[in-house]
């Protein structure tokens, strides 16, 4: 079927769509004294985004992998379709999960190894036609089925990836905002919208977003 290749498309890609003004720390002083913050690459550097692209990383590929597997053996039944679905979206399997995943990878392929071998046999018995008739049964239900598995995982990917940018976006700007106060900045603005402008914090900003519990 090819879809899973449309997973390439989405990727972590953080974006900081802020505009303007990054945060006025409120301080006041004879002087205004702004800064300049690179958002985007605060995020990107820091131990959260790094662990968030890690994990979206991880995510992505366990779910590619099963729409890839299940487009070379598409003669699983239903249930073990439904238990690889399930164990591959499972946070934190364990030890035992995996095991299940192989095991049952195992059984496919060898059905798969079958329904080739039944496809190229001429004189099959009545049984053999049964079993290949149940095989090409469940390569219908399985096409099916990975078209939706894959609208499911495209929409779950994009919806974790956004929640995570928004918890980027809000935990960097009280970075931001710590050391602004900290040192005195009344603006602090992000650095798309100035891209020239003195007294750059992104280092202190990753700092203080990394010491954040």
């Known amino acids: 079927m090819g879809i899973s290749s449309k997973f390439d498309q989405l990727g972590w890609v953080f ?3 802020i505009g303007g003004i990054m945060l006025a720390s409120g301080f006041q002083g004879p002087t205004d004294k702004t800064g300049v913050v690179d958002i985007g690459s605060v995020v990107d550097k820091s131990t ?9 990383t991880a995510m992505k590929a366990a779910r590619q992998g099963l729409l890839e597997f299940v487009d070379q053996n598409a003669v699983l039944t239903t249930e073990q379709a439904q238990q690889l679905h399930d164990l591959t979206v499972k946070e934190n399997a364990t030890d035992a999960d995996k095991a299940a995943i192989t095991k049952t990878e195992a059984d496919v392929t060898a059905s798969t190894k079958n ?3 039944l496809s190229g046999k001429t004189n099959l018995t009545p049984e053999e036609q049964t079993q290949l008739s149940e095989y090409s049964h469940r390569a219908e239900v399985m096409q099916q089925t990975q078209q939706r ?6 929409s779950s990917l994009q919806d974790w990836s956004d929640q995570k940018k928004l918890d980027s976006i809000n935990k960097a700007r009280n970075a931001v905002q710590t050391v602004a106060k900290a040192q005195g900045y009344s ?4 650095e798309s919208v100035a891209p020239y402008g003195a007294n750059d914090l992104s280092d202190a900003a990753l700092q203080a977003m990394n010491a954040q519990k």
């Open 48 to 56: 959260y985004g790094q662990a968030n692209s890690a994990h979206f």
């Open 149 to 154: 598995w894959y609208n499911e995982f495209m």
């Open 187 to 190: 603006i602090v603005f992000d």
């Open 115 to 117: 329904y080739q071998a």
């Open 15 to 17: 974006a900081a769509a």
